[in-house]
């Protein structure tokens, strides 16, 4: 499995950016997709999840600005982000599983900054 994340880049506070995490090799629909970020400090933290069938998840500190979806058929999760604070300065990493493992995108950075 292959993850390929894109769509970071530098956002004012307030704007929105929208994250996209493209799956190829042995895909599974099936499986959860998550999206994750380190900060400028280290620190890791899990954002958002999706099922197969589309429920969803959130980390309290995106709750109600953050949007978790996902299209089976092009295999893609997205993540998009609106009302963006400096606090959302992060690497975000794509994250799924397969046959037990884990996998993960190469990262895009989102910045946001005035």
């Known amino acids: 499995v292959q993850l390929q994340a894109s769509g970071g880049g530098l956002v004012q506070p307030g704007g929105s950016l929208r994250l996209s995490c493209a799956a190829s090799g042995s895909v599974d629909s099936g499986k959860v997709m998550r999206w994750f970020r380190q900060t400028p400090e280290k620190q890791f933290e899990f954002v958002a999840s999706?099922?197969?069938?589309?429920?969803?998840n959130y980390a309290d500190s995106v709750k109600g600005r953050f949007t978790i979806s996902r299209d089976n058929t092009k295999n893609t999760a997205y993540l998009q982000m609106n009302s963006l604070k400096p606090d959302d300065t992060a690497l975000y990493y794509c994250n799924t599983d397969h046959l037990g493992s884990p996998y993960w995108g190469q990262g895009t950075q989102v910045t946001v900054s005035s």
């Open positions: 999706i099922t197969g069938g589309g429920q969803t």
